[in-house]
């Protein structure tokens, strides 16, 4: 069965900071990712998304940005964070009908 | 781009009531989607609804969608403590294209179930 890992759990980041969260798929090839962004725990945000290695689209512009470097993995990154980056960042998977979460970063940027 | 709104967006509840919510979308939309998400935790998927007048039910929970109306709803019957959460609609935020994790959310539904 296909799993799908996220790490950190929690973080808390000052302002101005580098920021890497990694995401990992288990159990499927060559998945469509995602990275989704909920704000105060309200509706979510599509950010990214990617449909293979190397191959990434930006939803919205901002001060985040992702990469691919293998086949089921996705890495959400930044240079400099900014306050307003807080948020809890899901990434998640896709088949046809479904889209599969995990189990998310709760982000603080203080 | 596809529009998703939600309401209400606070309900609270009895145990024992029913109650539905309601998600209407901006333009047409073969698919739409229910999750639930319990405080500080991830989405889980509750239904997946994908053609004019499909329903299904999970337990307490009924979903279903009218493509013509634009509009899925979640019925809620004998409301249990349990069902406490929030819950999103969602549905494909482009039409067409094969990419099928692109979605757009509502607001979400916070539902309290008390006593």
């Known amino acids: 069965s296909q799993t799908i890992h996220q790490w950190p759990a929690t973080l808390v980041q000052p302002v101005g900071s580098p920021l890497s969260l990694e995401c990992t798929v288990e159990?499927?090839?060559?998945?469509?990712l995602y990275w989704y962004r909920q704000a105060a725990g309200r509706g979510l945000q599509l950010l990214f998304y990617?449909?293979?290695?190397?191959?990434i689209s930006s939803e919205v512009p901002q001060n985040l940005s992702a990469s691919r470097p293998q086949d089921r993995q996705f890495i959400l990154s930044s240079k400099k964070l900014l306050l307003s980056d807080s948020g809890f960042y899901l990434c998640a998977w896709s088949t046809y009908e479904k889209l599969f979460f995990g189990s998310g970063t709760q982000l603080s940027v203080l | 781009e596809l529009k998703v709104e939600q309401n209400p967006l606070f309900l609270s509840m009895q145990e024992g009531k029913n109650y539905t919510i309601y998600c209407n979308y901006s333009?047409?939309?073969?698919?739409l989607y229910w999750y639930r998400q319990d405080p500080g935790k991830s989405l889980e998927s509750l239904f997946v609804l994908l053609s004019n007048g499909a329903v299904k039910q999970e337990g307490r929970l009924m979903a279903s969608l009218d493509t013509k109306a634009r509009l899925s709803t979640l019925h809620i019957t004998a409301a249990v403590h349990d069902l406490s959460a929030t819950y999103f609609c969602?549905?494909?935020?482009?039409?067409?294209?094969?990419?099928?994790?692109?979605?757009?959310f509502g607001q979400g539904t916070i539902l309290t179930v008390h006593p």
């Open positions: 990617s449909v293979g290695i190397g191959q």
């Open positions: 333009t047409t939309s073969d698919r």
């Open positions: 969602a549905g494909p935020l482009y039409a067409g294209g094969t990419s099928y994790g692109k979605l757009t």
């Open positions: 159990g499927t090839s060559n998945p469509n």
